[in-house]
């Protein structure tokens, strides 16, 4: 059973405009989240994270929302370049534990010209 | 290099055969991962070291997956008797811990098994 759901396997803007990458949990002792950036043939980048104290976390054209009522969050990349084009993999970690990661399936974003 | 490196890169087995697959943490770098990455999915967890300590391996599929960091640094990953479910991607990661908080952890560029 899928604890971490990304429900859009693709996303595909136009360069200049926002992309919101979304994310669902199921697990409520999920305390800290993060996204991972992977382009092919290479492992996933760390690109930005979230503690579940938080609801905002913001450096450069990256912000990533977090909504614990709603287990909840998203990925805004505002303004989107083609470079940022890639496979987006939100991943959380429980609490206490091994700090394995948690991962969802991806989301393939792809930035037009 | 600086970062996480694993070798080989690709890897063709038949089935029942036994592989081992290498990963080079990060110097320094105190916990190391192993995961699993099938065609389509994200990164599943396999087990984890703190230095030469295994104190998780809860991800392990089966007892053909064994894994090894003898000296707290270079760590194994041994499949033995292949099977073609075990085809994926193995990516290994390290992380340093800052002591509170939680430690990003850097990732090799994996290597791809293939069980004909």
């Known amino acids: 059973d899928q604890q971490v759901k990304q429900n859009s396997p693709s996303l595909s803007v136009q360069e200049g405009r926002i992309s919101i990458l979304n994310c669902d949990y199921t697990n409520s002792m999920f305390d800290y989240f993060l996204w991972y950036k992977k382009y092919p043939a290479e492992g996933p980048t760390f690109l930005i994270s979230?503690?579940?104290?938080?609801d905002k976390n913001e450096d450069g054209r990256f912000t990533v929302f977090l909504n614990k009522s709603a287990k909840h969050l998203s990925l805004h990349i505002v303004p989107s370049q083609p470079g940022d084009s890639a496979v987006y993999f939100c991943a959380a970690i429980p609490q206490g534990g091994s700090e394995k990661l948690v991962f969802g399936k991806g989301t393939k974003l792809t930035v037009n010209p | 290099g600086a970062g996480v490196s694993q070798s080989p890169r690709y890897k063709v087995a038949k089935r029942g055969q036994d592989v081992a697959l290498r990963c080079d943490p990060i110097s320094g770098h105190v916990s190391l991962f192993w995961y699993q990455q099938a065609l389509g999915q994200g990164p599943e967890f396999l087990t984890y070291f703190q230095n030469e300590a295994q104190l998780d391996k809860s991800g392990l599929p089966s007892d053909r997956f064994f894994a090894e960091r003898p000296e707290g640094s270079v760590s194994t990953l041994k499949i033995q008797r292949t099977q073609q479910e075990d085809s994926a991607v193995y990516l290994c990661a390290s992380s340093s811990p800052r002591g509170g908080g939680t430690d990003t952890q850097y990732f090799g560029p994996g290597t791809r098994l293939t069980v004909l």
């Open positions: 979230i503690s579940s104290i938080k």
